[in-house]
């Protein structure tokens, strides 16, 4: 909660649940990254929050991005930032979408697999490519599926068919999890890295990136690491494994960069319970699931939640969005400490809710509106 | 997949995946539950797919509406149907919005404690409320949480409260679980229901109504029985525990009603093996958790998918969307059978998905556009 945020609240007319980023934590994450990495480019992960004025801040700042998409390559552009800032990481594209991508002047695209590779060859041809490989995500409070990867001994395969397609093959990348707790979580990624760049290096292929993926955490309820501790921890680990053949290197933090710079306000629909004898009081918010808060899924992501009350004695409490589904339910297998005072109507803030809010809400489910953002 | 659909995507010129839902099916499922329970009147429950071409049919067919929410009141009454079609059926309610729902001629609410009574009491005086009682949900593919609803035995005392504050105290509600294939789940809760009625006699107020709630299914790939067996097993229910004096019913079926009306065609944008040794192809849609399938959260609905290559051998496929989020991964637990001679730009088509898909889209995830709709 920073003191931006608040005059902004406190003279708020609209109705209903917002979240408002304030850039000046932006920015302050962003020297972070670049100080605490400096010979890292820092990609920023737009999918995190493509809010318009965070985009040009970063823009101005210096940063690349990450894009997801022919939309989010598009808001990149708008910012006035060249593609050459621009590396389109999903491993998952339509082959119009990668030459549209190619037609705007993206030249690095990411794969996992020699089908991917193909696309590009025919829709892209001559850009750089990087390969990415699966990671356990131990450590991840957020932990990534396999869906996105390859098992690093295929990478040398894709990679070599890359090159043999007349593009180049210029890297790998991976990510160790989202909000990533362990700061040496990349050290094995970057052993299987070092591993690739030997065995391509002896194909004949000269790798030159490694992309470092995201997993830089904000702080929620529990506490984290700084992003100097990361820093060392990576840098430690690029020696251990590259020696003084340190490769370009790229990270992707959204999360990181966005996350702690903004706050939802939200409001208390009803408090009740489900019988005489229940100990346990169910708070409703006009928010959920489904107009801003998806990470709480599985209960993932434990936000911190401040009330005008909180000096006084707290009682658990499940706490529940406003819609008739009955999965938007924020946080119940382990119930929320809320003031025995919190009323109905009262306010609460919803901290470090910068990153994978507003884009996850839904449309209008339940004719909800999806989240109103501000950014200051 | 009607002929009608077929049709229609023959023609379409659009890219991208598109939900299509055909209204002649939504007609014969209204009918079909209109004969099935003629005494029961129909509140379709708009948070199913609130596609004004599918509130007019409904509304120009006789159907009430069950809404979530002040805007789907609203587009109910854009149809021309008037309030008195109309239950607010969220227990969760600001209570501005009891206010405005009023001022726009609501007079049915529902409630499961006292503090959303005093709401109603305050500002909808006079309406007419029914207390939602918790329900166990056993035998539901998509069972509800706590979320809603009291203890039973809490009931009386919450429309005793109503009746005090000089609200009509006017029934029970209840919801035995979306997708529910058992025909005879509702006959302990319509036992719940009765014992409260005589209850609140005893007390001297005479309740009314009972609202059944939804969960009648639509046909995903297990077989399900037909609404003429819900029907009758309801009926058989609400004669056994109310005798010769059956009360006002409801049914809010939303599932039931449009989910068999629509299909989404969606496209394969890449197939790929995590390593050499994997069984299991990944094959990536264009569709996935973000823009419309959000009810595979946790593999619950199983949508049938057909192909033009059906007829070829099948084997497991992991089958996930194109965002770059983990978590949008759609069936992995149970693998999918897909034809081996699936490939990349294929088109598929996933069936039922007439309900929970238009709305419960995220606005802009990862850039990607909600899921388009057409209602023909």
């Not at 409070?141 to 090159?163: I, N």
């Not at 707290?314 to 339910?329: E, F, M, Q, R, W």
């Amino acid at each position: 909660m920073t003191e931006r945020i608040r005059e902004f609240l406190r003279n708020r007319r609209e109705d209903g649940p917002c979240v408002v980023v304030d850039l000046d934590v932006v920015r302050d994450n962003y020297h972070a990254f670049a100080h605490s990495l400096p010979d890292t480019r820092v990609f920023y992960a737009v999918k995190a929050n493509p809010a318009p004025e965070i985009l040009n801040l970063l823009a101005e700042l210096g940063s690349s991005f990450d894009c997801a998409s022919v939309a989010e390559i598009e808001m990149v552009l708008a910012t006035g930032a060249g593609a050459d800032r621009i590396s389109f990481g999903n491993t998952i594209k339509k082959e119009r979408d990668i030459a549209r991508a190619f037609e705007l002047g993206v030249r690095l695209f990411a794969v996992d697999c020699e089908a991917e590779v193909e696309k590009i060859a025919r829709s892209a041809p001559g850009s750089r490519v990087f390969c990415r490989i699966l990671c356990d995500g131990a450590g991840a409070d957020w932990p990534l599926s396999r869906k996105f990867g390859c098992a690093p001994e295929m990478a040398p395969r894709v990679l070599e068919l890359a090159h043999r397609l007349g593009l180049a093959a210029y890297g790998i990348s991976f990510h160790v999890g989202s909000q990533q707790g362990n700061v040496d979580a990349w050290d094995s990624a970057l052993g299987s890295a070092a591993a690739i760049f030997h065995d391509m290096a002896e194909r004949g292929i000269q790798l030159s990136m490694v992309n470092m993926g995201g997993g830089f955490p904000a702080k929620y309820l529990k506490e984290m690491p700084g992003v100097p501790a990361y820093g060392e921890a990576i840098f430690r680990s690029l020696t251990r494994h590259f020696g003084n053949r340190l490769p370009e290197t790229i990270i992707e933090p959204g999360r990181g960069m966005v996350g702690n710079a903004g706050l939802i306000e939200a409001e208390v629909v009803l408090i009740s319970r489900k019988s005489d004898d229940d100990e346990v009081r169910w708070v409703y918010l006009d928010i959920g699931k489904f107009n801003g808060l998806a990470e709480t899924m599985d209960e993932a992501i434990r936000y911190p939640i401040l009330t005008d009350k909180d000096s006084d004695r707290k009682t658990p409490c499940v706490l529940a969005g406003p819609t008739c589904d009955s999965v938007d339910v924020l946080y119940e297998k382990t119930p929320y400490e809320l003031p025995v005072s919190l009323a109905i109507g009262d306010k609460v803030l919803i901290e470090a809710c910068g990153a994978y809010t507003t884009t996850y809400s839904s449309v209008a489910f339940n004719g909800f509106s999806p989240l109103a953002s501000y950014v200051i």
